[in-house]
């Protein structure tokens, strides 16, 4: 194993929360595969050192795996919906420890647009007119305490209303418990039948208060303005540099786990996960 020396590398109470989560080893399996050369908590450390400092895959330091490598556990894992399973276990934990039930029943959606660097195509950017910007739009979906849930990246000119509906569309396969979405006004009028008829699903618009000047603090959707920061954090997501948005998704849902599992190796939290399957015998 290599020495822990970068911010972004897991401690061992984190490792001991994600290494569980990940998928068995195909050499443990009964199908059989060749043993894995690089150990997966480098792996994932070299996922995080991308996601935190921003640098580019190929410029990895020497002492991580070959970037190819971590390219293909990170794109193989996200295929195969591992990353979004570590992130819903993560925050099931969390709430639980906040005294909470695993899984919410009320959540909050915003959207942001991010300029897009030379590496993403015209046909999935676009022009956001109200914010003068030319890229992608990140819309997210986060539980009253701001844990995220679902994230999806769109062209940057695509209303919130039209995007709204394949985010909320995933959101009902993903989490059926789910009753509420609070939403701003761009996700108002014709949304709100549309969410109630098709999906069950009651949009309620908080509005920015008609007197009101100046930075003002809304009920309920500042809790995914403030989720929104905390993806911010990671340097990799101040621009959108992937040339596939799934890629874009996937590491903006890496830096949310790292956020999940720091908060709680801090609480000294000890894993609780069901253990996994005895491999069979072939």
């Given at each position: 194993m290599r020495r822990r020396r970068y911010p972004s590398d897991t401690?061992?109470?984190?490792?001991?929360l994600i290494e569980p989560l990940l998928p068995t080893p195909a050499c443990e399996t009964h199908r059989g595969g060749r043993p894995e050369k690089h150990p997966r908590r480098e792996v994932v450390d070299a996922i995080r050192y991308v996601v935190d400092t921003g640098c580019k895959c190929r410029a990895l330091p020497a002492d991580f795996p070959p970037w190819r490598t971590v390219w293909g556990f990170m794109a193989r894992w996200a295929a195969a919906g591992i990353v979004g399973q570590i992130r819903d276990q993560l925050a099931g934990r969390i709430r639980r420890e906040l005294g909470k039930g695993?899984?919410?029943?009320?959540?909050?959606i915003d959207s942001q647009s991010v300029k897009a660097a030379e590496t993403v195509g015209k046909d999935t950017r676009g022009y956001d007119a109200g914010k003068k910007i030319n890229g992608r739009k990140r819309h997210l979906v986060v539980d009253t305490r701001g844990l995220p849930l679902l994230v999806m990246v769109t062209p940057a000119d695509l209303h919130d209303s039209a995007a709204a509906k394949e985010v909320l569309f995933r959101l009902r396969l993903m989490h059926p418990e789910i009753t509420i979405v609070w939403a701003d006004s761009a996700y108002a009028g014709k949304l709100v039948t549309w969410a109630k008829r098709h999906l069950n699903l009651t949009i309620k618009p908080?509005?920015?208060p008609k007197d009101a000047s100046g930075f003002v603090v809304l009920p309920r959707r500042w809790v995914v303005e403030r989720s929104l920061a905390w993806?911010?954090?990671?340097?990799?997501?101040?621009r959108d540099y992937e040339r596939l948005v799934q890629h874009s998704e996937t590491l903006i849902t890496w830096a949310a786990i790292t956020l999940m599992s720091r908060r709680l190796a801090r609480k000294g939290v000890t894993p609780s996960w069901p253990r996994k399957p005895a491999p069979a015998d072939g």
């Open positions: 401690t061992n109470a984190e490792w001991a695993p899984r919410a029943v009320a959540t909050v908080v509005s920015r993806m911010m954090h990671a340097r990799r997501h101040a």
